[in-house]
């Protein structure tokens, strides 16, 4: 079922206290508060006028003075368990105050309308409710039944969705962000450092270094460990451009090794024959959500000497033998990118390090490689996370840990679904390691036809998404024909990526399932 949204007015409340005309139906309503698609709502304009209005109609039921100033409260912080309250910016207020004839009804107008155009409705008890014409007023009886309408398989699927989850969080956000437009402190204010000490504790290392955005974090990682020109990283070329880029922008060179056929990952099996008098560190990236195999990595490191810089940014929040993504080796670099696990609501990026002495070389590097105001022992960037981002982090990692685990099962949910269908399909779904937990920061599968699957996919109203195309090493700038990747090369050709985010339903997820079924002409029976 797709979300609901109920905004309450004042009036449903009070007769609900009251125990007066719709109440019993309110009382049904608001029992569906558990279900995780219905959302109340309440204008934080409403809430004081809720105030008052209990209390004037408590005293005019004859309820002592003591009794109402003790009733009252308990009964909004009651509510409070079921409601969530949105509040409307100040602009908001104001051309709503210019436009409207009814001023609290224009507030819950525009209350419903900032939900982002997702079903949501008024309650009522006010028969001449004045909406502006915009948002659907129901009596508490309408509500119920809406409430209880079945709905309509879903016919369009987002490939993320990001405002499942922030209507869950959306007080907390609006709360933060605030915070920020009132101390004004933009760049560098204390919500860096308050994310930052999060982000240490939640990976298990001793330092963590916000910047800019992923990019950033693996240039100013390699800058901290001095790799420059001439200079060799290994990686993978089964990647996002960023991780080969960032090594050619140093003027260093990308040495691709090729990846493990079921993990998408480097295989450290060829790393060892990689490396050279001039290879400066190993850069493996944790694909789609599963961490690359560190132990064996880092066993190859320390024999030659070499830090490892984990490219976390599609596996934050994912495990490694117990051990948290980013926490892994030298130094662990991930993105926020808005539909990263972890996302900010713009770019954003973290560094993550045991060693004192590279965090405080990479904390300088993001700050124009200053140790303190005006003096630069050291060439740095620009390479700062934004105030107003890091309190979106914070807010949004209260939910991150139900979201990591809704991850994890929603992934294995998409493997059963698939592997079930029984038959001898040409589909082959995500390999976890035993050791390792995922975050699917993408759910990845393989088949031969993935063009003509795709198409389908397309056609049903099933987003879809191919990471990565072409690997590499065979991109025009880092173009290279001196390794063999037959196993990169060959998986670019069949990879395609479905719908994932924490909030996909069990329904949406069959849907899909049985659309890739019936696009290779299989049944799911
Ligand atoms: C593996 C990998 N590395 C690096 C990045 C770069 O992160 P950002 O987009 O935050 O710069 C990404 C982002 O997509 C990525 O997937």
């Given at each position: 079922m797709t979300?609901?949204?109920?905004?309450?007015?004042?009036?449903?409340?009070?007769?609900?206290?009251?125990?007066?005309?719709?109440?019993?139906?309110?009382?049904?309503?608001?029992?569906?508060?558990?279900?995780?698609d219905?959302?109340?709502?309440?204008?934080?304009?409403?809430?004081?006028?809720?105030?008052?209005?209990?209390?004037?109609?408590?005293?005019?039921?004859?309820?002592?003075?003591?009794?109402?100033?003790?009733?009252?409260?308990?009964?909004?912080?009651?509510?409070?368990?079921?409601?969530?309250?949105?509040?409307?910016?100040?602009?908001?207020?104001?051309?709503?105050?210019?436009?409207?004839?009814?001023?609290?009804?224009?507030?819950?107008?525009?209350?419903?309308?900032?939900?982002?155009?997702?079903?949501?409705?008024?309650?009522?008890?006010?028969?001449?409710?004045?909406?502006?014409?915009?948002?659907?007023?129901?009596?508490?009886?309408?509500?119920?039944?809406?409430?209880?309408?079945k709905s309509t398989p879903p016919t369009a699927i987002p490939f993320i969705d990001?405002?499942a989850?922030?209507?869950?969080?959306?007080?907390?956000?609006?709360?933060?962000?605030?915070?920020?437009?009132?101390?004004?402190?933009?760049?560098?204010?204390?919500?860096?450092?308050?994310?930052?000490?999060?982000?240490?504790?939640?990976?298990?290392?001793?330092?963590?270094?916000?910047?800019?955005?992923?990019?950033?974090?693996?240039?100013?990682?390699?800058?901290?460990?001095?790799?420059?020109?001439?200079?060799?990283?290994?990686?993978?070329?089964f990647t996002f451009?960023?991780?080969?880029?960032?090594?050619?922008?140093?003027?260093?060179?990308?040495?691709?090794?090729d990846i493990d056929p079921r993990t998408y990952n480097?295989d450290?099996?060829?790393?060892?024959?990689?490396?050279?008098?001039?290879?400066?560190?190993?850069?493996?990236?944790?694909l789609y959500g599963q961490?690359?195999?560190?132990?064996?990595?880092?066993?190859?490191?320390?024999?030659?000497?070499?830090?490892?810089?984990?490219?976390?940014?599609q596996s934050?929040?994912a495990?490694?033998?117990?051990?948290?993504?980013?926490?892994?080796?030298?130094?662990?670099?991930?993105?926020?990118?808005?539909s990263?696990p972890?996302?900010?609501?713009?770019?954003?990026?973290?560094?993550?390090?045991?060693?004192?002495?590279?965090?405080?070389?990479?904390?300088?590097?993001?700050?124009?490689?200053?140790?303190?105001?005006?003096?630069?022992?050291?060439?740095?960037?620009?390479?700062?996370?934004?105030?107003?981002?890091?309190?979106?982090?914070?807010?949004?990692?209260?939910?991150?840990?139900?979201e990591v685990a809704a991850r994890a099962e929603i992934g294995a949910n998409y493997t059963r679904l698939i592997n079930q269908a029984n038959t001898n399909i040409t589909i082959v779904t995500p390999y976890i390691e035993a050791?390792n937990t995922s975050v699917y920061a993408q759910y990845t599968l393989q088949t031969k036809n993935r063009n003509a699957l795709q198409e389908k996919l397309t056609k049903a109203g099933i987003p879809t998404a191919v990471h990565y195309p072409v690997p590499?090493?065979?991109?025009?700038?880092?173009?290279?024909?001196?390794?063999?990747l037959a196993i990169s090369e060959s998986l670019s050709e069949k990879v395609i990526s479905l719908p994932m985010h924490p909030y996909l339903k069990n329904t949406e997820q069959i849907h899909i399932v049985h659309a890739i079924l019936s696009s290779i002409n299989l049944s799911s029976e």
């Open positions: 979300a609901k949204h109920f905004i309450l007015d004042v009036n449903v409340i009070v007769d609900l206290w009251l125990k007066e005309r719709s109440a019993p139906t309110t009382i049904k309503l608001l029992a569906r508060s558990t279900d995780p219905i959302h109340f709502w309440l204008t934080a304009a409403a809430l004081s006028t809720l105030d008052y209005v209990a209390r004037c109609a408590f005293k005019r039921r004859g309820l002592p003075p003591e009794a109402v100033t003790q009733i009252v409260p308990e009964l909004i912080e009651a509510l409070l368990s079921v409601v969530k309250i949105l509040s409307n910016y100040g602009f908001e207020q104001q051309t709503v105050y210019q436009r409207a004839h009814d001023f609290e009804a224009a507030q819950m107008a525009a209350t419903a309308r900032s939900l982002a155009g997702q079903p949501a409705c008024i309650v009522t008890e006010n028969q001449t409710f004045d909406t502006l014409g915009e948002i659907l007023a129901k009596t508490p009886e309408q509500a119920l039944n809406w409430l209880q309408e990001l405002a989850q922030q209507t869950l969080i959306r007080p907390l956000l609006e709360r933060n962000i605030e915070t920020v437009l009132r101390h004004g402190q933009y760049i560098m204010g204390p919500e860096i450092k308050q994310l930052e000490e999060r982000l240490a504790d939640y990976v298990g290392v001793k330092h963590c270094i916000t910047v800019s955005d992923g990019t950033k974090a693996l240039l100013i990682a390699m800058m901290a460990l001095d790799i420059g020109i001439g200079d060799e990283v290994i990686t993978t070329p451009i960023a991780t080969g880029e960032m090594i050619a922008l140093l003027g260093a060179k990308p040495v691709f090794v480097i450290p099996n060829k790393i060892e024959a990689a490396i050279t008098a001039k290879t400066k560190a190993i850069m493996p990236v944790s961490c690359a195999d560190f132990d064996a990595i880092n066993k190859i490191a320390a024999n030659y000497n070499l830090p490892v810089i984990e490219d976390g940014a934050f929040g495990t490694y033998k117990g051990k948290q993504s980013c926490g892994l080796s030298t130094i662990g670099s991930t993105s926020f990118f808005p990263k972890l996302g900010a609501y713009g770019d954003g990026g973290a560094l993550f390090t045991n060693d004192d002495h590279l965090a405080k070389v990479m904390s300088e590097i993001r700050l124009h490689g200053q140790d303190r105001r005006y003096h630069h022992p050291r060439i740095g960037i620009n390479g700062r996370m934004d105030t107003l981002q890091a309190a979106i982090l914070l807010a949004k990692l209260s939910l991150f840990p139900q050791h590499l090493n065979k991109q025009p700038a880092l173009k290279t024909n001196e390794f063999a």
